[in-house]
């Protein structure tokens, strides 16, 4: 590194024409000889990025580009970056196929990764056969490719799960059976496509077969569905997390609350995601029996966010370990003042990839080069993880609608992870997270043609403004009851959460019997991100 150092600052003299350091000026110039200098015998990023821009030059051996591509693409996978352009995938399809071309080896991991792509499948099924290609077509998801190539009589493991996954549950009875005849795992597969095909009764006998609890779990299910809600809550006590979390609901609603309440405090003293919502379950229902040392129990457990709503404040989180500026920083700075701010990610991304012990170091690097998600991964769980972007914006706007800036700070952190260009798989957009057909609301509220939803400063002023709505919406309710009714109306609507308050007679037992899990976990990341906020300067 420090020799790297040295020839950087060296090339500030040398480069002022170009304004890029060395040996990044070779690159900008797109000179072959000069860049296979730095891909063959560079350091850091720069040799990474060289290499990756001569996969394309016929001039170069093909070996040697198929090299450089294949490192390049294993770097984008690890790295996982959020950013247009740093997907992994499209440098996997390059690198495969030059693998290929080059009879490399390495060409058959190179397309795997690609699966369930037809081409990765033609690919694989030329280079590869047996147990190999086998586990790689179900890895990959190829489900019809793999029943055309396995043998019958051959893992009929593999063949019972591509066809259940198919949904083709008739079909893959028989191979289930025989699964299970050498692993009792193909029971819980067994009857789990019973289930599917309507046959309860075979479904449990096959379950009980498997010893274990996701199997426990499924027999659960069934008896639940079946209305042998005793028997269900009995297969539930022995079974999952999830189990358990539904074996309280069956209590509660049979009105046996004492028994739900020792079932949610073994869950709250666990570590399973159902813990803290437990937790502040277990100290409603001891209070209404009038059990206060168990609430007193639950009350302590209630952890982070949720125990805001109990009145408890949550100390800061854990500070980040202090040490000194990395060595990177001047060679971000001057790629950042000749307008290559990608490239500085990018030697942010290697050296954290190659010194992950460094992170303290280099998020700050990352948040200055806008870089947030990837900084608040690397930072988690410590205060570091917990930064300001778009300071003036969030608060200015959170100001107009009397909102705290803690509290959108705390919505966008995760939402977005500040990243203006996030797209969920469900379509939620920008920073905010936002549908186009609720941001077409809010336009309407605020009187204006909807804004680019990958404007930052446009996605702020939004959420201020329809946080804002909600909060009135749920005025039925004060203080954070109120917040905690307007935040989960951000995720689950406004209406699903009305009416689900209005079902279930109070907002704790919407809270705890809502239909979806993704708005009762949303809350709580919500106000544990808001706790961390406020205990952070």
Not at 27 to 46: D, N, P, S, T
Not at 273 to 293: C, I, S, T
Not at 501 to 507: K, S, V, Y
Request: glycine residues 8%; neutral net charge.
């Amino acid at each position: 590194m420090r020799g790297f150092l040295l020839s950087f600052l060296l090339a500030l003299t040398s480069c002022q024409a170009q304004g890029l350091p060395e040996p990044f000026a070779a690159l900008e110039g797109g000179r072959v000889e000069e860049m296979r200098q730095v891909a063959l015998g560079g350091e850091g990023y720069a040799r990474m990025l060289s290499g990756w821009l001569l996969v394309d030059r016929e001039e170069v051996p093909l070996a040697e580009r198929a090299e450089y591509a294949w490192r390049y693409a294993l770097f984008l996978e690890e790295v996982r970056a959020f950013e247009p352009g740093w997907e992994a995938k499209a440098a996997w399809r390059k690198a495969a196929f030059l693998l290929q071309k080059a009879q490399d080896p390495r060409a058959f991991s190179a397309w795997q990764r690609l699966l369930p792509e037809e081409e990765a499948v033609a690919a694989l099924l030329s280079l590869g056969e047996g147990e190999r290609l086998w586990e790689a077509l179900f890895r990959g998801r190829a489900y019809e490719a793999l029943l055309r190539v396995l043998p019958l009589g051959v893992r009929p493991d593999l063949r019972a799960q591509a066809l259940f996954r198919l949904g083709r549950y008739e079909e893959a009875l028989p191979f289930y059976r025989e699964w299970a005849r050498e692993d009792p795992r193909g029971y819980l597969g067994l009857g789990y496509a019973l289930w599917r095909l309507g046959r309860r009764e075979e479904a449990l006998e096959a379950l009980a077969r498997y010893d274990h609890p996701e199997s426990r779990y499924a027999q659960g299910r069934i008896l639940e569905e079946m209305g042998r809600l005793l028997e269900a809550v009995a297969a539930y006590r022995r079974s999952t997390p999830e189990g358990l979390w539904r074996a309280t609901g069956v209590l509660e609603r049979l009105g046996l609350r004492r028994e739900a309440l020792e079932l949610y405090l073994d869950l709250a003293r666990g570590s399973s995601r159902y813990a803290d919502d437990a937790a502040l379950r277990a100290y409603f229902l001891a209070r209404e029996l009038g059990l206060g040392e168990l609430g007193e129990e639950a009350l302590s457990l209630v952890p982070g966010g949720l125990g805001l709503l109990l009145g408890k404040e949550p100390g800061p989180p854990p500070p980040a370990p202090s040490s000194s500026p990395p060595p990177e920083a001047p060679l971000v700075e001057a790629l950042v003042a000749s307008g290559k701010e990608a490239w500085a990610r990018g030697v942010v991304r290697y050296a954290l990839w190659q010194r992950p012990q460094d992170w303290p170091v280099l998020v700050p690097l990352l948040y200055r080069l806008g870089a947030y998600r990837e900084g608040i991964r690397a930072a988690w769980p410590t205060a570091m993880a917990y930064p300001r972007p778009y300071r003036a914006w969030v608060e200015g706007y959170a100001q107009r609608e009397g909102l705290d800036p803690d509290l959108l700070y705390a919505l966008l952190h995760v939402e977005s992870r500040f990243d203006p260009l996030a797209v969920s798989p469900t379509g939620a957009l920008g920073l905010a997270q936002f549908l186009r057909s609720t941001w077409a609301d809010v336009a309407r509220m605020l009187g204006e043609p909807p804004a680019d939803p990958f404007d930052p400063e446009a996605s702020i002023r939004y959420a201020a403004r329809y946080l804002r709505w909600l909060l009135e919406r749920c005025s039925a309710f004060k203080g954070l009851e109120q917040l905690a009714c307007a935040l989960t109306a951000y995720n689950g609507g406004i209406g699903y959460t009305l009416r689900g308050i209005a079902r279930e007679g109070d907002l704790y037992a919407f809270l705890r019997f809502q239909e979806r899990d993704e708005p009762r976990e949303y809350l709580a990341k919500v106000l544990a991100a808001y706790a961390a906020y406020r205990a952070t300067p």
